[in-house]
């Protein structure tokens, strides 16, 4: 695990490549996932005069497992929509998203109504299914899985992309903790 003074240590190396002696570590702050660590200008530090505040900077994150930095920006930061994009994106982790339960939805549907109200569903959800690729869809879950090439029409249409503003930018990757 990584601790709070690593991540500072982290930050500050950042801070000083980026703008020598002109920028400090002023909050760090604990989250499950990350160290979110906050910076200022030195001057308005050191003087507290308004003029000197940087405004529109948001924080750095230090992953608390491998210590990779990242940043964000501040609406992400305040809306915490960066955390969403750090578990699937940085961290791996599975997540579940409309297509998982539209799955769910199809799967009920058709064993307690019938195939046929599964597809009537599935053609509601996503019409740019074709008809026999919304029988594909239904008979393929119904028996396991459903086709990878559907799936990606149905993600598509369901998920909404990243928007590149509340996303997480990856600085220096961390490095994978021995196993």
């Keep these: 695990m990584i601790d709070r ?3 500072i ?38 003087t507290g005069d308004p003029s000197q505040l940087l405004a529109g900077n948001g924080p750095f ?5 491998d210590g990779g930095l990242h940043s964000i920006g501040v609406a992400s930061a305040v809306t915490g929509a960066w955390e969403s994009d750090y578990r ?6 599975a ?8 799955h769910d939805e199809l799967r009920q549907t ?9 597809m009537h569903v ?3 959800k996503v019409p740019a299914l074709a008809h026999a690729e919304v029988i594909e869809y239904v008979n393929a879950l119904r028996n396991g899985s459903a086709p990878a ?7 598509k249409t369901l998920v909404p992309e990243l928007d590149a503003v509340l996303s997480v930018h990856t600085i220096q990757p961390g490095q994978h903790p021995a196993s």
């Design 149 to 155: 090439h559907l799936v990606a029409i149905v993600t």
């Design 110 to 118: 058709t064993a307690a109504r019938g195939r046929i109200f599964a």
């Design 88 to 93: 699937t994106r940085i961290r791996k982790m």
């Design 61 to 65: 994150l230090v992953d608390r497992v």
């Design 95 to 102: 997540t579940r998203t409309a297509v998982d339960d539209l």
């Design 5 to 7: 003074e690593f991540a």
């Design 9 to 46: 240590r982290l930050v500050e190396a950042q801070l000083e490549r980026e703008s020598p002696g002109q920028l400090l570590v002023t909050h760090v702050e604990e989250h499950e996932l990350a160290w979110i660590v906050s910076y200022q200008s030195a001057e308005y530090v050191r």
């Design 122 to 124: 599935l053609r509601q």
